[in-house]
C-alpha cells in the first residue's frame, strides 16, 4: 500500500481533484543522504548513468515474479528477441521529487501501472500487476535516491520498459517477456525551459493511425515522428505538432505531449479516440481546471481554433506544462503571450 502523506497544504487539499502524491517512503525521511556529484544546476534532458535498475521476467502466459534489483548495465538479447525484430515493446515515464521536508514524492504511479496494463493488452503481452509495478517503481528510487535532484534542481525520470525478450523468427508474440526499470536525474525536457516553445504543423508526416497503435505508450509510434521532428528543429522550432490523418485539420498532440488550447474561459484538447495517448498530466490538468472552474472540452479540435487561441500549452510527464509561444501553419505564425506562461497555464501549474 502506498502510504499517504501531509503533502499539500489545506488550500491546496481543498481544490485538489484527485488523491496526493504517493511518498516513495517514510524510512528515509530523517536521513541525510549523500547526493551524486554532478553539476545540479545545469540538468538538461539527457541520459545520466545511475546505481541500480529493476528486472522481472515471465513466460508467454504466464505472470511476473520475482523481480529484483541489480547494478545499472548493460543488459542480454538474442538477435531474434521480438522486440528488436518486430517492436513487441512498450515504455512508461514518471518523475520522483525531492521535497524540502526530506521526503521522495511519486506523481500518481497507479495511472502509469494502469496505462501499462492496457498498452500490454494491445501489445499482447503479459505485464505486472498495479501493486508489482508501484512497489517496483519505488524499490528502484530508494535504491538511487542519491540521483534524486535536490528541492527545485529537478526530478528523477523513471522509464520502466516492458519488452518481448524472447526469441522468435516468425511473427508472433515472443516467448519471454521482462520487464525493466532504470531512472536518470533530469531538468527541462525542452532547452527553452520554462520559456514559450515554438511549434509547427505538420502536413504530411502523421504520428498515428486510426485502429493503430497511436493510443498506447509503443515504442515504435515515437521513432516515426523522428524524421518531421528532426527536419522541425532544424529550422529553429522546438517541435512539431501532428494533425489527424483523415481530414488532415484536427489537432492530435505534439511528438510527446498533449496540447490544450484556451478561449475565454474554455480550456479544449483533442478527445481521446485512439490515436492520442491518454496523457497523465492530461488527465490531472482536465481535473484541477475542472476544480478551478474552467469548461473542460475534450474533442475534435480543428486547427482554426487554435490560430484564434488566447492562450495554447502542452502537457507531459517530461514537459509537465510548457506555454506554447508560437505555432507556424503553412508559413503563419501565430504568437500567444509576451514571453512566458499565460494566465491559465500558470494558474493550473501553481496548482498541479
Given amino acids: 500500500m502506498l502510504q499517504k502523506g501531509n503533502l499539500f497544504s489545506n488550500a491546496l487539499r481543498a481544490v485538489s481533484p484527485f488523491s496526493p502524491d504517493a511518498i516513495v517512503s517514510d524510512t528515509y525521511r530523517s536521513e541525510t543522504t549523500e547526493l551524486a556529484d554532478i553539476d545540479w544546476d545545469n540538468l538538461g534532458f539527457a541520459y545520466v548513468p545511475t546505481d541500480y535498475m529493476y528486472i522481472m521476467k515471465c513466460a508467454r502466459g504466464g505472470s511476473f515474479s520475482k523481480?529484483?534489483?541489480?547494478?545499472?548495465?548493460?543488459?542480454?538479447?538474442?538477435?531474434?528477441?521480438?522486440?528488436?525484430?518486430?517492436?513487441?515493446?512498450?515504455?512508461?515515464?514518471?518523475?520522483?521529487?525531492?521535497?524540502?521536508?526530506?521526503?521522495?514524492?511519486?506523481?500518481?504511479?497507479?495511472?502509469?501501472?494502469?496505462?501499462?496494463?492496457?498498452?500490454?493488452?494491445?501489445?499482447?503481452?503479459?505485464?505486472?500487476?498495479?501493486?508489482?509495478?508501484?512497489?517496483?517503481?519505488?524499490?528502484?528510487?530508494?535504491?538511487?535516491?542519491?540521483?534524486?535532484?535536490?528541492?527545485?534542481?529537478?526530478?528523477?525520470?523513471?522509464?520502466?520498459?516492458?519488452?518481448?525478450?524472447?526469441?522468435?523468427?516468425?511473427?508472433?508474440?515472443?516467448?519471454?517477456?521482462?520487464?525493466?526499470?532504470?531512472?536518470?536525474?533530469?531538468?527541462?525536457?525542452?532547452?527553452?525551459?520554462?520559456?514559450?516553445?515554438?511549434?509547427?504543423?505538420?502536413?504530411?508526416?502523421?504520428?498515428?493511425?486510426?485502429?493503430?497503435?497511436?493510443?498506447?505508450?509503443?515504442?515504435?509510434?515515437?521513432?516515426?515522428?523522428?524524421?518531421?521532428?528532426?527536419?522541425?528543429?532544424?529550422?529553429?522550432?522546438?517541435?512539431?505538432?501532428?494533425l489527424d490523418c483523415v481530414h488532415k485539420k484536427y489537432l492530435e498532440e505534439v511528438s510527446s505531449c498533449n496540447i490544450f488550447v484556451v478561449k475565454d474561459n474554455v480550456i479544449s484538447t483533442p478527445a481521446i479516440q485512439g490515436t492520442i495517448l491518454p496523457g497523465i498530466t492530461r488527465k490531472s490538468i482536465i481535473d484541477v481546471a475542472r476544480s478551478q472552474g474552467f469548461q473542460v472540452e475534450e474533442r475534435l479540435v480543428a486547427v482554426d481554433e487554435l490560430l484564434e487561441a488566447d492562450e495554447v500549452f502542452c502537457t507531459g510527464t517530461a514537459v509537465v506544462v510548457s506555454p506554447v509561444g508560437s505555432i507556424t501553419h503553412k508559413g503563419r505564425r501565430v504568437s500567444y503571450g509576451e514571453g512566458g506562461f499565460g494566465a491559465v497555464s500558470q494558474q493550473l501549474y501553481t496548482v498541479l
Fill in 67 to 242: 523481480g529484483e534489483l541489480q547494478r545499472f548495465g548493460n543488459i542480454e538479447l538474442s538477435p531474434s528477441a521480438g522486440v528488436l525484430n518486430y517492436g513487441q515493446g512498450l515504455f512508461e515515464g514518471l518523475k520522483a521529487y525531492r521535497k524540502k521536508d526530506g521526503n521522495i514524492l511519486l506523481f500518481r504511479p497507479q495511472e502509469n501501472a494502469l496505462r501499462l496494463n492496457i498498452g500490454a493488452e494491445r501489445m499482447c503481452m503479459p505485464s505486472p500487476t498495479v501493486a508489482q509495478f508501484v512497489e517496483a517503481v519505488k524499490a528502484t528510487v530508494l535504491a538511487n535516491k542519491r540521483w534524486v535532484p535536490p528541492p527545485g534542481k529537478g526530478s528523477l525520470y523513471i522509464r520502466p520498459l516492458l519488452m518481448g525478450s524472447g526469441a522468435v523468427l516468425g511473427l508472433a508474440p515472443a516467448p519471454e517477456y521482462t520487464f525493466l526499470i532504470y531512472v536518470s536525474p533530469v531538468g527541462n525536457y525542452f532547452k527553452e525551459g520554462v520559456t514559450p516553445i515554438n511549434l509547427v504543423i505538420e502536413h504530411e508526416l502523421h504520428r498515428a493511425t486510426p485502429g493503430g497503435t497511436g493510443g498506447v505508450k509503443t515504442i515504435g509510434n515515437y521513432a516515426a515522428v523522428l524524421k518531421a521532428q528532426s527536419a522541425a528543429k532544424a529550422k529553429g522550432y522546438s517541435d512539431v505538432l501532428y
